[in-house]
């Protein structure tokens, strides 16, 4: 089997880890009614699944850094199988929010390690590509997973959801098991100099660019849902349309914005895409209550928003290349708990403010973040960027 294929075997379990945590927005109605919850309140479980899991991951990922990948990969795809099934069997809210605590736990580790591997068996040069993909793997759950995931909590039960992820889960594990070969972990780094890292500034900042960045999103799209049926007046069947759009836009802006990334440069990416990313949210303000401009709108939101990740994910690795494990774990930690606090955020605007107003205040958000990557990403001329780059690695 050739690596290209071995990297889209990658993306297959990040799409699996994404659903499990997009779900929740696309039937955070549904969950509150049926356990007879707010919105706000149902909101709060993409917070805790965040805050576990930006938390959790780089201690378990320091704690298993002698681990050879696949094994790693294997048990922590585990741990996420039996989640789902809790999440599945379980009744209750506190009984839920618990399974989407172990669920998280293994999500990050999985999410992680996948990029890892990734990026170790990738060709020369095409290291950005292959982190996009996986990157693109996740966010597909955008573009299957959660209308899908609607249209069974639709015609079945919303718990019905979990259950076929742990089932698909399963067949992963196997899959896995046959195709991905053994790969060697990092070098073990001490925790304490782990976090000695964030020391550099050039690190700091553009962990900083992560978490503006996507907590202005979070803050936004955590109450899509109700603010497209709401506030946009939208249809269900109308609705399951808009998120599938979504979801097609950022698996685009995933995959071109790796390749962007790899033949223009990391700066000239995400200024072009962050200017889109907070004029989409601002226009969605103005335009909440016509149905075709904000569907138009979330489709160039969602691409402009997705061509960031693997561009950052990307940029953090080359600014220590002998830690990547380390950098991609602490990116995508920050990156949860920007989804955490962008959840928790939006929670408190949609009580204090009003729903209406979560896309232009996530929108703030994300001009804060492309401020800093005008001042911290600018190279000295846009032709030295790649050299400056590769001195750095």
């Given at each position: 089997?050739?690596?290209?294929?071995?990297?889209?075997?990658?993306?297959?379990?990040?799409?699996?880890?994404?659903?499990?945590?997009?779900?929740?927005?696309?039937?955070?109605?549904?969950?509150?009614?049926?356990?007879?919850?707010?919105?706000?309140?149902?909101?709060?479980?993409?917070?805790?699944?965040?805050?576990?899991?930006?938390?959790?991951?780089?201690?378990?990922?320091?704690?298993?850094?002698?681990?050879?990948?696949?094994?790693?990969?294997?048990?922590?795809?585990?741990?996420?199988?039996?989640?789902?099934?809790?999440?599945?069997?379980?009744?209750?809210?506190?009984?839920?929010?618990?399974?989407?605590?172990?669920?998280?736990?293994?999500?990050?580790?999985?999410?992680?390690?996948?990029?890892?591997?990734?990026?170790?068996?990738?060709?020369?040069?095409?290291?950005?590509?292959?982190?996009?993909?996986?990157?693109?793997?996740?966010?597909?759950?955008?573009?299957?997973?959660?209308?899908?995931?609607?249209?069974?909590?639709?015609?079945?039960?919303?718990?019905?959801?979990?259950?076929?992820?742990?089932?698909?889960?399963?067949?992963?594990?196997?899959?896995?098991?046959?195709?991905?070969?053994?790969?060697?972990?990092?070098?073990?780094?001490?925790?304490?100099?782990?976090?000695?890292?964030?020391?550099?500034?050039?690190?700091?900042?553009?962990?900083?660019?992560?978490?503006?960045?996507?907590?202005?999103?979070s803050l936004a799209y955590t109450y899509?849902?109700?603010?497209?049926?709401?506030?946009?007046?939208?249809?269900?069947?109308?609705?399951?349309?808009?998120?599938?759009?979504?979801?097609?836009?950022?698996?685009?802006?995933?995959?071109?914005?790796?390749?962007s990334a790899d033949r223009w440069g990391?700066?000239?990416?995400?200024?072009?895409?962050?200017?889109?990313?907070?004029?989409?949210?601002?226009?969605?303000?103005?335009?909440?209550?016509?149905?075709?401009?904000?569907?138009?709108?979330?489709?160039?939101?969602?691409?402009?928003?997705?061509?960031?990740?693997?561009?950052?994910?990307?940029?953090?690795?080359?600014?220590?290349?002998?830690?990547?494990?380390?950098?991609?774990?602490?990116?995508?930690?920050?990156?949860?708990?920007?989804?955490?606090?962008?959840?928790?955020?939006?929670?408190?605007?949609?009580?204090?403010?009003?729903?209406?107003?979560?896309?232009?205040?996530?929108?703030?958000?994300?001009?804060?973040?492309?401020?800093?990557?005008?001042?911290?990403?600018?190279?000295?001329?846009?032709?030295?960027?790649?050299?400056?780059?590769?001195?750095?690695?």
């Amino acid at each position: 089997m050739s690596q290209v294929w071995k990297v889209y075997i990658l993306a297959l379990v990040s799409f699996l880890v994404g659903t499990s945590e997009y779900i929740i927005s696309g039937i955070l109605d549904k969950i509150a009614d049926s356990l007879a919850i707010s919105v706000v309140a149902a909101g709060q479980l993409i917070t805790v699944f965040s805050l576990v899991y930006g938390l959790g991951t780089p201690l378990l990922i320091a704690l298993t850094v002698r681990w050879e990948r696949r094994k790693l990969l294997l048990s922590a795809l585990g741990l996420f199988v039996l989640a789902n099934g809790l999440a599945f069997a379980l009744p209750g809210y506190g009984l839920f929010l618990g399974a989407r605590v172990l669920m998280a736990l293994g999500a990050g580790v999985v999410v992680v390690t996948a990029l890892t591997i990734a990026a170790k068996i990738a060709p020369q040069g095409k290291q950005a590509s292959a982190i996009a993909t996986v990157v693109m793997g996740f966010t597909a759950s955008l573009i299957v997973g959660v209308p899908l995931g609607r249209m069974i909590a639709a015609a079945y039960d919303w718990k019905a959801v979990f259950g076929g992820i742990g089932a698909l889960g399963l067949l992963a594990m196997l899959i896995l098991f046959l195709s991905i070969p053994k790969t060697k972990g990092d070098a073990p780094i001490p925790l304490r100099q782990q976090l000695s890292l964030l020391r550099q500034p050039r690190i700091a900042f553009s962990l900083l660019v992560t978490f503006m960045w996507l907590g202005g999103y979070s803050l936004a799209y955590t109450y899509i849902t109700p603010y497209l049926l709401s506030v946009a007046g939208m249809s269900e069947g109308m609705l399951n349309s808009a998120l599938l759009a979504f979801g097609i836009a950022s698996l685009i802006g995933s995959k071109l914005g790796g390749y962007s990334a790899d033949r223009w440069g990391v700066y000239r990416t995400l200024t072009s895409g962050m200017a889109l990313h907070i004029a989409t949210l601002f226009l969605l303000t103005l335009a909440a209550h016509s149905t075709v401009l904000v569907f138009s709108l979330l489709i160039l939101w969602s691409f402009a928003a997705w061509s960031t990740g693997p561009t950052q994910q990307y940029h953090l690795v080359t600014l220590a290349p002998e830690s990547s494990g380390i950098m991609l774990s602490l990116n995508s930690s920050v990156m949860q708990l920007s989804m955490a606090a962008g959840a928790g955020l939006g929670g408190i605007v949609v009580n204090s403010v009003s729903l209406a107003s979560v896309t232009w205040i996530g929108a703030l958000g994300v001009l804060i973040a492309a401020a800093i990557v005008s001042r911290s990403y600018r190279p000295a001329s846009p032709q030295r960027e790649g050299a400056r780059e590769v001195r750095q690695a």
